[in-house]
């Protein structure tokens, strides 16, 4: 199993180090949107930024891209990596110049001992991609713990088949996304579901974690399937929910979607 490093940023983002399992003090960094807390962990633990991992293009995960290239942290540790090694989506404009990702390529770091699988995740972005390896997905903002990202630039077809392949993944894969706003989307998933047990006793638990600031994620993908209704939108209990909703019959997956979408859009729980 990965060591991974929560990075909190912002109000509520993650920014998660992956260590390298070859030498722990190596890291990858995951979406970093900015680049003081990174730098801050960076030195206080002795870590060397060996790489960075960008899943799409919005400022929150990349604004502080350029910052760690030109100054990515003390460090006594040299990465055997030499430079910085930057990747991100093929469909996207990021900062500096990554090497460009599509559907089928694979990150291989060998000198870590790090690989990834690379899938094209689109719906929240249009050229959003995931890093799946190692038991674990790192999945920006297209999947988060129980709920899904907005569609700001694809379709509501786009984001069903997105989360489509990642409810595929093998169930006890751990889902790192990037924001921690697992609370108010287990409240909306009762919304839609009130008798789903699974995501009340997930929402209970989650209440404790964040009375005491702790982290909520990474969740599983096992526990995604039965909590999080966007990856439920075949179940009668959901489609029922959408139906209800908006007034009329439903008759594709990504038709219930785009209605809880929107539904959650608008939810104050």
Known sequence: MLEITPVRAFSDNYIWLIHSPR????????????AAPVQRTLAERGLTLAGILITHHHADHVGGVAELLRRPGPTSQASPLGDIALFGPAREKVPGEPVRLREGDRVRLDELGL??????????????????????VFCGDTLFSGGCGRLFEGTP????????????????????????????????????EPDNEDAAAYLREC???????????????????????????????????AERRAG?????????????????DGFRG
């Open 248 to 264: 009329r019959g439903l008759q594709s997956e990504a038709e219930v979607l785009a209605v809880i979408r929107q539904w959650k």
């Open 115 to 136: 690989a990834f699988e690379v899938l094209d995740v689109p719906g929240h972005t249009a050229g959003h991609i995931a890093y799946v390896g190692h038991g674990a």
């Open 207 to 241: 209440e404790a974690k964040r009375a005491r600031d702790q982290a909520t994620v990474p969740s599983t993908i096992g526990r995604e399937r039965k909590v999080n209704p966007f990856l439920r939108c075949r179940e009668q209990s959901v489609k029922q929910a």
């Open 23 to 34: 030498d722990p003090r190596q890291v990858l960094a995951v979406d970093p949107g900015d």
């Open 157 to 192: 077809e786009q984001m069903t088949a997105s989360l489509g392949k990642l409810a595929a993944l093998p169930e006890e894969t751990r889902v790192y996304c990037a924001h921690e706003y697992t609370v108010s989307n287990l409240k909306f998933s009762l919304a839609v």
